[in-house]
């Protein structure tokens, strides 16, 4: 069975960074598209990044220029460094593998002052 879990999120203020984590276990991780997704309070999940087995990335419009994902496919772990946050990055961030369509538990970040 695919587990996924996220660290990383937390309270940050506007302009801070933060970089979430995502270990994969019992997936084939090195073949596997992940992605990150956020889901904000009454809006629905979307997807912010995404990277493939060869290191091809695409992020949304929102978030190009100031996020980056990254994998280590030595470590079973994708990342996502976040610089620039503002309070509109506010959500849950979530991790899936989309060649099995596992999703992580979310972890939360709020950017506030």
């Known amino acids: 069975q695919v587990q996924l879990v996220e660290s990383g999120g937390g309270l940050v203020q506007p302009g801070g960074s933060l970089r979430l984590s995502c270990v994969a276990s019992g997936s084939i991780f090195r073949i596997s598209v992940m992605g990150w997704y956020r889901q904000a309070p009454g809006k629905q999940r979307e997807l912010v990044a995404a990277?493939?087995?060869?290191?091809?990335?695409n992020y949304a419009s929102s978030v190009k220029g100031r996020f980056t994902i990254s994998r280590d496919n030595t470590k079973n772990t994708v990342y996502l460094q976040m610089n620039s946050l503002q309070p509109k990055d506010t959500a849950v961030y979530y991790c899936?593998?989309?060649?099995?369509?596992?999703w992580g538990q979310g972890t939360q970040v709020t950017v506030s002052s």
């Open positions: 990277i493939n087995s060869g290191g091809t990335t």
């Open positions: 899936k593998d989309n060649l099995s369509d596992y």
